[in-house]
């Protein structure tokens, strides 16, 4: 069977992709630009590349011509600018235009989604599938975006559609082409003075595991359900110094006092009314990185038999991937 994989060239897109490749599936990815560094994917040659973008439905029903299903990772993730109306188009229209592909194709839709959707807990009670949405109010469109058009994917199984949805939590690991998340380990790699959130923390998953936790939800999950691929729970400041540990490097932690980093991004926030600026931190990205971002993955554990690799493998993997470069 061949598998349509947008956002291919992202982190767990490309990750999808292999493991897709090494199950026997055929693969034709959808992108938009290709990156300079796409060449250095060992399975780069296996996929069948297909240009084009999300915006025509036509084009994707032709993309998905001769696909057994849809793996929708393409979206817009950044958390700058913050406004809802420059999701719309990327993460919500777009996954509305799959959906109807995949309906009218008579094929199985996997939305990857994130774990944002979901209020996430402490580290003692992390947050679940049951979770409800807990970033309303906070201004962040990105996670806004992805809510609806998470809800308007599970609605339409109510109508016919066959789909699952997938919640990745933080993401690790290597083959990271743009860099995505992999700007974290770069902030450890790349500065003698690491400044990090003094409070909050995240779950952070190998993405092989998470790419595994995909295909499974492509062959194995249930129709209508979301499922939440998480790892391991740690703080700004446990994860950061292991991947110093782990590089060998000798780093000076500066913790940035949470009050500090809102102050800050809702200083951003209010000049980024009148003059568009170049910097990520904002008040909703403030207030995401300083709040306790955790989650557990029982569920996909259970019903997709998401593997739980060590962070300390996904942590190796991207140093080594980030200085080979």
């Given at each position: 069977?061949?598998?349509?994989?947008?956002?291919?060239?992202?982190?767990?897109?490309?990750?999808?992709?292999?493991?897709?490749?090494?199950?026997?599936?055929?693969?034709?990815?959808?992108?938009?630009?290709?990156?300079?560094?796409?060449?250095?994917?060992?399975?780069?040659?296996?996929?069948?590349?297909?240009?084009?973008?999300?915006?025509?439905?036509?084009?994707?029903?032709?993309?998905?011509?001769?696909?057994?299903?849809?793996?929708?990772?393409?979206?817009?993730?950044?958390?700058?600018?913050?406004?809802?109306?420059h999701y719309l188009e990327?993460?919500?229209?777009?996954?509305?235009?799959?959906?109807?592909?995949?309906?009218?194709?008579?094929?199985?839709?996997?939305?990857?989604?994130?774990?944002?959707?979901?209020?996430?807990?402490?580290?003692?009670?992390?947050?679940?599938?049951?979770?409800?949405?807990?970033?309303?109010?906070?201004?962040?469109?990105?996670?806004?975006?992805?809510?609806?058009?998470?809800?308007?994917?599970?609605?339409?199984?109510?109508?016919?559609?066959?789909?699952?949805?997938?919640?990745?939590?933080?993401?690790?690991?290597?083959?990271?082409?743009?860099?995505?998340?992999?700007?974290?380990?770069?902030?450890?790699?790349?500065?003698?003075?690491?400044?990090?959130?003094?409070?909050?923390?995240?779950?952070?998953?190998?993405?092989?595991?998470?790419?595994?936790?995909?295909?499974?939800?492509?062959?194995?999950?249930?129709?209508?359900?979301?499922?939440?691929?998480?790892?391991?729970?740690?703080?700004?400041?446990?994860?950061?110094?292991?991947?110093?540990?782990?590089?060998?490097?000798?780093?000076?932690?500066?913790?940035?006092?949470?009050?500090?980093?809102?102050?800050?991004?809702?200083?951003?926030?209010?000049?980024?009314?009148?003059?568009?600026?170049?910097?990520?931190?904002?008040?909703p990205n403030a207030i995401?990185?300083?709040?306790?971002?955790?989650?557990?993955?029982?569920?996909?554990?259970?019903?997709?038999?998401l593997p739980q690799t060590?962070?300390?493998?996904?942590?190796?993997?991207?140093?080594?991937?980030?200085?080979?470069?």
């Amino acid at each position: 069977m061949k598998v349509l994989v947008t956002g291919i060239t992202g982190l767990l897109g490309g990750h999808v992709a292999h493991t897709l490749l090494a199950r026997g599936y055929a693969v034709r990815g959808l992108y938009r630009t290709m990156p300079r560094k796409v060449e250095r994917l060992p399975w780069y040659r296996d996929v069948e590349w297909w240009p084009g973008d999300l915006s025509s439905e036509e084009a994707l029903l032709q993309a998905a011509d001769s696909c057994g299903a849809i793996v929708h990772a393409a979206a817009r993730t950044d958390q700058h600018p913050s406004d809802l109306a420059h999701y719309l188009e990327p993460n919500v229209h777009a996954s509305e235009r799959l959906a109807r592909v995949a309906r009218e194709r008579g094929i199985r839709l996997v939305l990857v989604s994130t774990a944002n959707v979901f209020a996430p807990g402490s580290m003692h009670q992390p947050g679940t599938e049951q979770s409800p949405f807990g970033w309303a109010g906070i201004g962040s469109g990105y996670s806004e975006s992805k809510h609806m058009a998470q809800n308007l994917i599970l609605d339409a199984t109510q109508k016919g559609l066959d789909a699952v949805v997938v919640n990745p939590t933080f993401m690790i690991g290597g083959y990271d082409l743009k860099p995505s998340s992999g700007a974290m380990i770069l902030h450890v790699l790349n500065r003698r003075v690491v400044v990090y959130p003094q409070s909050g923390g995240k779950n952070f998953v190998y993405v092989k595991d998470a790419a595994v936790g995909v295909v499974n939800a492509l062959e194995r999950g249930q129709t209508g359900q979301a499922y939440l691929l998480a790892g391991h729970n740690r703080t700004y400041a446990d994860f950061m110094q292991q991947v110093a540990r782990q590089a060998g490097l000798r780093r000076t932690f500066v913790a940035m006092p949470a009050p500090l980093l809102r102050w800050a991004g809702r200083q951003v926030s209010r000049l980024d009314r009148y003059v568009p600026t170049s910097i990520a931190l904002n008040r909703p990205n403030a207030i995401l990185l300083t709040a306790d971002n955790y989650y557990q993955a029982g569920k996909a554990i259970a019903q997709l038999q998401l593997p739980q690799t060590s962070l300390e493998v996904a942590i190796q993997e991207a140093i080594e991937w980030f200085r080979a470069e």
